[in-house]
């Protein structure tokens, strides 16, 4: 049964208000990981779809279903909801891979599992008072370029192709039909950090989606993120207004938080950061909403953490400075993210737990190689990008690719692709033999009692929300 104190949100000028028309600022985190794996999340290299193609080959179909029908249920179970309703948390973004609910074999064909499965942690952070955000976190054809759409290449075929869309929008009109009378549901996010490289396709998809989810659902809120990594906002400006009921969010990573940087405040790649300056880059992105009079939520934002635990000092104080500008300026926020194996979560695996222990030499390799786009680093693998940066600087100079330029999409393809599917073999190979009773052990690694807590980020999320 779900609190009855829940109620719905709706969207009334710069606020997200309740039923009584009390003023909501949500305090979130996302549930990466869950029902949209990603690689830093939980050790494998690569995107989603070929680490599971690879592991189903390895492990046979019994080990491979045991290990992610336990990895689902206690990825996110009451213990879990009980722990983020005592922090203070309010609501839960939480990420999905359209795969949950749909084939590419089969389009247009549902799967109920999907939806039950959804609605089971609907549920439960319900019943503690937490409300949901439903995020479409991986579209088929991929929204952008990178893994977390679980995207295998850099090439983001959605907005090339109308199937994709319909099959989306068909998605998403049964998900509204499936919550459209959950109150603990405070609203759904479309699509996860669309790159449309032309600017051309995402409005008018927007524009469509909404019309078919409102004729469906015409009460909840809608959160749109912006293009480029919901970044760009500018593509709104083609309308002469907002949306009816919708936020437009945010993602706000500061720099010094997600790089190799050593201080803060303090100068991070030839700039020089302080709280100022975070502020400067909330307001930028944030500038569409604050001039149309809309509702801010900041759907992204946190700093990774380094394996040198003092660093974590100045790490929590970005945190805090950020807390403290949406604060100041009446945004609602959902951290990334809740649990993973020990780079950004407030839980992390247990280090000598099962799973941790087998997939370690994989790590390692990840770490040498630096496979992984997300708190990973290319110290180990100057020898192979030195000649070709230096080839694209005397041949291509002026090369500047979608989204981030030159240098990130080089890393792209030589690290995050070309050394990781080979990795990703390698990965596999260490699951190669294990039992359905093996595999069942190894995912309950992610079970709320086997985690260890990050006391300093938990803490000073606890306070920031009590007010202390």
């Known amino acids: 049964m779900t609190r009855t104190d829940l109620s719905f949100l709706r969207v009334h000028g710069t606020d997200l208000v309740d039923e009584s028309g009390a003023t909501t600022r949500m305090a979130g985190v996302g549930l990466g990981g869950w029902m949209n794996m990603e690689n830093f999340i939980t050790g494998y290299p690569g995107n989603e779809e070929a680490i599971r193609r690879l592991l189903r080959d390895r492990m046979g179909d019994d080990a491979y279903d045991a290990f992610f029908d336990e990895f689902l249920d206690v990825f996110l179970a009451d213990e879990d909801a009980a722990f983020l309703a005592s922090v203070g948390i309010d609501s839960v973004r939480i990420p999905f891979n359209y795969r949950h609910f749909e084939d590419d074999a089969r389009p247009f064909v549902l799967k109920e599992s999907g939806l039950d499965r959804l609605d089971r942690v609907v549920a439960t952070l319900g019943r503690h008072g937490i409300r949901s955000i439903l995020d479409l976190h991986a579209v088929p054809g991929r929204q952008n370029q990178h893994w977390h759409s679980d995207n295998p290449t850099h090439v983001a075929e959605f907005w090339n192709h109308p199937h994709f869309q319909d099959r989306v929008v068909n998605l998403w009109e049964a998900i509204a039909d499936r919550f459209r009378d959950r109150p603990e549901v405070a609203g759904y996010n479309p699509i996860n950090e669309p790159a449309d490289p032309s600017g ?6 927007y524009e469509r989606l909404e019309a078919a989810i409102r004729s469906v659902d015409p009460r909840h809120v809608l959160f749109l993120d912006g293009n480029r990594y919901s970044t760009d906002f ?30 803060y405040p303090g100068t991070t790649r030839g700039e020089y950061f302080d709280r100022s300056v975070v502020e400067q880059t909330f307001l930028r992105r944030t500038e569409y909403m604050r ?9 992204e934002f946190g700093p990774v953490y380094s394996t040198d635990r003092s660093q974590d000092v100045w790490r929590l104080q970005l945190l805090r400075d950020q807390l403290e500008i949406y604060r100041d300026h009446g945004a609602s926020w959902a951290l ?22 087998l997939i370690q030499p994989l790590l390692e390799a ?20 030195d000649p070709i940066d230096a080839t694209f600087a005397q041949e291509f100079p002026d090369f500047a690719p979608y989204p981030w330029g030159r240098q990130p999409h080089v890393a792209v393809l030589v690290r995050h692709i070309l050394l990781a599917e080979p990795l990703a073999e390698r990965f596999a190979d260490l699951f190669r033999g294990v039992t ?33």
């Open 200 to 205: 051309k396709v995402l409005l008018p998809f």
């Open 234 to 263: 500018s593509i709104f400006d083609r309308r002469s207004d907002p949306l009816p009921n919708t936020v437009y969010t945010a993602h706000d990573y500061a720099l010094p938080g997600i790089t190799s940087a050593t201080a």
């Open 291 to 299: 001039r149309t009079g809309t509702p801010i939520w900041i759907g």
């Open 336 to 357: 990334w993210t809740y649990k993973d194996i020990g780079l950004q979560g407030l839980v992390y695996a247990d280090p000598e737990s099962d799973y941790l222990r």
């Open 366 to 385: 990840k770490t040498r190689l630096g496979v992984d786009s997300w708190g990973g680093s290319d110290a180990g693998v100057r020898s192979i990008l």
């Open 436 to 468: 359905p009773e093996q595999a069942r052990q190894l995912a309950r690694t992610f079970r709320f009692d086997g985690m260890r807590q990050r006391t300093g980020l938990i803490d000073t999320l606890r306070a920031h929300i009590s007010g202390e």
